[in-house]
C-alpha cells in the first residue's frame, strides 16, 4: 500500500507530508507480518524545535 502522511504536530506547529509504503504479509487469511517505509528524517525534523 503506497500513501502519505499529512498533518501539523502539535509541538512544534510545523506540517509533515511524507510518503509511506506499508507492506504487510498474509498467511492463513490472518495479517503475518507488517513492515513501514518512510522517510524518518522528515518525521523527526517535523518534532524538533
Keep these: 500500500m503506497f500513501g502519505r502522511y499529512h ?3 502539535l509541538a512544534t ?3 509533515l507530508d511524507a510518503q ?3 507492506h504487510w ?3 492463513d487469511g490472518k495479517i503475518a507480518t ?3 517505509y518512510t ?3 522528515q518525521h523527526q525534523a517535523v ?3
Design 47 to 49: 518534532m524538533s524545535e
Design 25 to 27: 504479509t498474509v498467511k
Design 7 to 9: 498533518g501539523t504536530y
Design 39 to 41: 522517510d524518518t528524517a
Design 20 to 22: 509511506f509504503v506499508h
Design 13 to 15: 506547529g510545523k506540517t
Design 34 to 36: 507488517f513492515q513501514q
